[in-house]
């Protein structure tokens, strides 16, 4: 997908990242490698190991934030910045094939608000994700489809794409995991239409998830059952 005309990029790549210095090059490169034109904006979450100077030397604008405050609120002050018409997000964890953006936008139709790379659809590589964490994901899957009438399979997915008109539309509010659901349903709430494509997840190559599996479990499922009783 090339500029819209007006020289600016037609697609942004918004990735959030906290201390992954050694792979936000690799995911960088990627996304450039898989979208030449598009932009790539790196929020860096107040890292502390050259994460902003790697993401930058690999061709990412980089916005620094002075200190950690989670993904969520990374990637809400994030959205203002964004210059493309539509918006991918993926980790910056390199679990995320960034080859896999293609098939996010080629699915993002005209009629279609919001595409989901599900890694239940596609594949989990060994170690790409621990047992505990797999049967939260399909938990809080399976209560967002009882609440809300859906037949999703990766309610938790981080990689998404979307049009930035449609994040702008949403007021977003979660500081950390959360954002995934509360983008989610933002658009499900609205009426939007929501499908999933498959995608591969990867092991990580460096370091541990920063997901502390019951604290931000818990958390998931509030905002979940809040925007329920929210629409109701």
């Given amino acids: 997908m090339s500029e819209n005309g007006t ?8 990735v959030a990242v906290y201390n992954e210095g050694p792979v936000i090059g690799d995911v960088v490169s990627g996304a450039l490698a898989a979208l030449p034109s598009c932009e790539v904006l790196v929020v860096d979450d107040g890292s502390t190991d050259g994460t902003a100077a790697v993401a930058e030397s690999a ?36 679990q995320d094939d960034p080859a896999e953006i293609p098939n996010l936008l080629e699915a993002l139709a005209p009629g279609v608000d919001l ?11 060994p170690g790409a994700i621990t ?14 489809n009882l609440l809300f009438a859906t037949e999703l399979t990766d309610t938790q997915a981080g990689f998404k794409a979307v049009r930035a008109s449609t994040l702008r539309s949403m007021q977003l509010s979660a500081n950390r995991f959360d ?28 370091g541990e998830s920063r997901l502390s599996s019951f604290p931000d479990g818990a958390r998931i499922f509030r ?10």
């Avoid at 020289?7 to 918004?14: E, F, M």
């Avoid at 047992?131 to 967002?144: A, E």
Wanted: avoid cysteine; aromatic fraction near 2%; charged fraction near 25%.
């Fill in 7 to 14: 020289g600016r990029p037609a697609v942004t790549v918004l």
């Fill in 59 to 94: 061709g990412a604008r980089v916005m620094r934030l002075e200190s950690n405050v989670g993904k969520g609120a990374a990637i809400r002050r994030g959205i203002p910045e964004v210059r493309g018409e539509i918006v991918v997000l993926i980790d910056g964890d390199g």
């Fill in 115 to 125: 595409v989901v790379g599900s890694r239940f659809k596609g594949h989990f590589a």
């Fill in 131 to 144: 047992p505990m964490n797999k049967g939260g994901n399909r938990f809080l899957t399976s209560v967002v």
């Fill in 179 to 206: 954002i995934e659901v509360d983008l989610l349903l933002g658009v499900l709430r609205s009426g939007g239409k929501v499908i999933e494509v498959p995608v591969r997840r990867a092991p990580r190559g460096h």
């Fill in 223 to 232: 905002r979940i059952v809040a925007r329920r009783l929210s629409a109701a």
